[in-house]
């Protein structure tokens, strides 16, 4: 192991620390445009659902969302429910495989990634711009991921969903 030490792993240090150093730049512009427009997204989905679901309720709860689901609209026999709190589970694998049962479950779905979206990226990191170069600088670090690969954390900038075209 002395070679990867040596040849790829010390290297790399300086390359890696040179990009921290140099931070991400952010089209503050863009991000705020983008945010405005998301958030009208999300209030269009709030007033789908609510009339899909024929009442009001807490879109962001786990156990209103559980309930209407499964006890008023009543999607599945087979329900699970988390060990913990003995709720009715609303995980996206769970609302995945129900989601052509009924078309509230694809809009809570969106719901969920826009507001994912706009809560993790798109508003969080203006607030993490260090405000001596307007950047970004995350940390990136060579040994933590056991596949080898690079990560970042403080933020982490690699679950920046780019799968689909709003990410």
Known sequence: ????????????????????MTGVSLDYDS???????????????????YELAGETFN?????QVGDLLFEKLSLSE????????????????????????????????EYRGLKKLLGTYIDAFPLLVNPETGKIHTSFNQTVTATGRLSSSNPNLQNIPVRDELG
């Open 59 to 63: 879109i962001n709860s786990g156990k």
């Open 1 to 20: 192991l002395n070679g990867l030490l040596h040849e790829i792993e010390l290297p790399l240090i300086y390359v890696l620390a040179d990009m921290e």
């Open 78 to 109: 087979k329900v699970k429910k988390t060990k913990k709190t003995k709720q009715y589970s609303t995980s996206e694998e769970v609302l995945e495989s129900i989601k052509d049962k009924h078309p509230i479950v694809g809009k809570i779905l």
């Open 31 to 49: 991000l705020k445009e983008l945010s405005h427009s998301l958030n009208a997204q999300l209030e269009a989905l709030e007033i789908d659902i």
